[in-house]
């Protein structure tokens, strides 16, 4: 049996509304253990057997039924995200946010970063295993060029984009 961080794309934004209780308990019903949702914003932890693209499909595809969306999540082997964290190359300021995007491909995410022109001073961001890292301004995290390029269509359904604080309280 394996740990795994499922990341929701798109819970309790734009009228797309999941309770934490009724995730987890989908998540139960699947025959899922140990399972525990972490804030209200679509992060669940939980152990299956399973490869993951098995696991992906299955709960994608019980998201849509249930809740009625067009689900997407990123799934992560729960002893990697502790060396994704481990990873983030920019130091922590009390003014910043530190971020990390998860994509489905690596592909996608070397698109997301490709031919970016982002000013150092306000913004910095990096390739790593399997994500991209950003570090912004408190306040800023919908207004600079990357979060622009992030928030573009053509990631909405590859994409999903979490605060290092709350990929911590995962751990």
């Known amino acids: ?5 499922a990341l929701l794309r798109g819970v309790n934004v734009n009228g797309i509304t999941i309770k934490s209780a009724d995730l ?3 998540f139960r019903e699947r025959g899922y253990q140990d399972v525990k949702t972490v804030l209200a ?19 994608e595809s019980a998201l849509r039924d249930r809740f009625g969306y067009d689900a997407w999540i990123v799934l992560v082997p729960h002893d ?8 983030f190359p920019f130091g922590s300021a009390e003014d910043r946010h530190d971020y990390v995007v998860f994509g489905s491909e ?14 150092d001073s306000v913004e910095r961001v990096a390739r790593g295993a399997g994500v991209v890292y ?5 306040g800023a995290s919908t207004d600079t060029v990357f979060a622009k390029r992030a928030g573009a269509a053509r990631f909405k ?10 990929l911590r309280k995962l751990l």
């Open 1 to 5: 049996m394996t740990r795994w961080v």
């Open 24 to 26: 987890a308990s989908l």
């Open 41 to 59: 914003s679509g992060n669940v932890v939980f152990t299956a057997d399973g490869a993951l693209a098995e696991l992906k499909s299955t709960i």
């Open 80 to 87: 990697a995200l502790a060396a994704i964290l481990d990873g």
């Open 106 to 119: 690596d592909a996608v995410l070397d698109d997301l970063l490709d031919d970016l022109r982002l000013d």
């Open 134 to 138: 950003w570090s912004c301004p408190k």
């Open 157 to 166: 359904r590859t994409t999903t984009t979490r605060n290092a604080n709350t």
